[in-house]
């Protein structure tokens, strides 16, 4: 008995499929739009009150000295850890159910790494100050206290994003320059400048892979080393800051119970 022909799904109709979602958004779109920038305007008006009235109102007093913000930073913290974990750890191994969810897991991080970061900003009263935490050449001779847990949190959040959004960055070239394929207008020129000049060759894949290859081999051990040196999320930074061992938290359950309650 012969075979039926069958219809196959191939890589062109799975590339048509997904740009036709890159077209114009409808009435839920702008819905969900509006609902998040009802929200932002909400944590605007929140952050011109702590900055009118201090940061009492996030219950800083003695011997709490982050209160909320802590709790805050150590979630965002670790949902950035978690997308790193989905991404990098499992291309290493090699997982077949990974291309489902990395690219959602590698978005996530770098947005999570950036929500985190703002909490130490926070916390530091005057925000239009923050670059003092920067290490740079100054005229007046300031230089940063490497023992303040706010200076482990720099280094380590920043290096955990651009690590994060170059990873992220690169996996996207391939699809970008499938959606340039199929655009039109401005959006081709768009693309065609973030593609890179992506031609998918046999040249450009090996590089590829092997600089994908690298760069998830080196997100690995840095979530470990994030998780090393944020205070929010270690006590060996804390020791390190010479503070009082009264006033040191001992694990971050301990500081997120301390800080809810205050």
Known sequence: MADTPTSRVTYDVVTRSIARTLGNPGKGYFALLAAAVALLGVGITCLLFLLRY??????????????????CFVFWVGIAHSGTLISAILFLFR???????????????????????LFPLIHIGRQWYFYWLIPYPNERGLWPNFKS????????????????????????????????????????????????????TNEQWRHYTRGYLYLAALATPLVLWCTASCPGTSRWPWSRAGMPRCSRPTSWPARSTRAWRW
């Open 54 to 71: 201090g940061l009492g109102l996030a219950g800083y007093s003695h011997p709490v000295y982050w209160a909320v913000y802590i709790t």
């Open 95 to 117: 997982s077949g159910w990974r291309t489902a969810v990395y690219r959602t897991a590698e978005a996530m991080t770098v947005f999570a790494v950036m929500t985190a970061g």
């Open 149 to 200: 847990p706010l200076i482990w949190d720099e280094f380590a959040i920043g290096t955990y994003f651009t690590v994060s959004t170059v990873f992220l960055i690169m996996g996207l070239i391939p699809d970008i320059a499938a959606v340039r394929d199929l655009a039109t207008g401005w959006r081709k020129k768009l693309y065609a400048i973030t593609a890179v000049g992506w031609r998918g």
